[in-house]
């Protein structure tokens, strides 16, 4: 008969806390990213049909909470290489961490994306006849895996809205772990995550889908790159937009967790 606990033991990696997290942020990319683009396929396949605004923002919302409750209790579930790179730069991660959970992230989201393209294959063929093709106005199915920009929003706009998404993302995620703040159950984090993206989403998508999470955007429209839809995922709006969701978050989240150490946290009492 096998020795559980023996077999559990040959496995686990309690003695090596970093891939331990590393997988943890992994898993709970996967799980976030899955259900997000899961929820767009469904949109673009049935031209809105089995998922309009409201549906998407709930798969986002979803999405977040699976992450959490997959690798909260692992790696405190950032998810995403802004939010990690905003608390470094506030102290709450060690820097060495960093390329790590950046690692796992991309990863995670990455094979998250080659899954629901996996699983929506036959559909996907099926309306495109296997023709993966986008105009600089319409970015086509494509659209399925990375967020394009509405055809009215500058360079300087979507800049902003990364920004003020990101810095908002983290100002209240900073509020939400807080324990001198609200006293949020760490149950419960996972609830209020989610509903934080959810309202995010509902507030902010209409310019270019609310760009805070780099992992989100780049394995993704990576893999569309891979698989056929070509440079022109990365081109669109003459090389102007690929690189904002990538990079500007970075900044957001930073100012989002400063602004709340500021405002907030400095001042409890001791």
Known sequence: MVDKRRVRRAISLASYPLIREFLGELA???????????????TVLTN?????????????????????????????????????????????????KLPVYWAAQYIGAFAAASCVFAVYLEAIYYQTGGQFVMTEDDPGFAAIFAPYPSAYLSTAGAIVDSIVGSALLLLCACAIVDRLNCKVPLSVFALYMGFLIMGLGISFSMNCGVPVNPARDLSPRLFTYLVGWGPQVFSYDNWMWFWIPLVIPHFGATLGAFIYIIFIEAHWPE
């Open 28 to 42: 709970g990319t996967f799980v976030l990213v899955l259900c997000i683009i899961g929820t767009k396929a469904q």
């Open 48 to 96: 809105g049909k089995l998922a309009e605004f409201m549906a998407g923002r709930f798969g986002d919302g979803f999405g977040v909470m699976a992450g959490v409750w997959v690798a909260g209790g692992v790696s405190g579930a950032h998810l995403n290489p802004a939010m990690s790179f905003g608390l470094a730069c506030v102290g709450r991660l060690e820097w060495r």
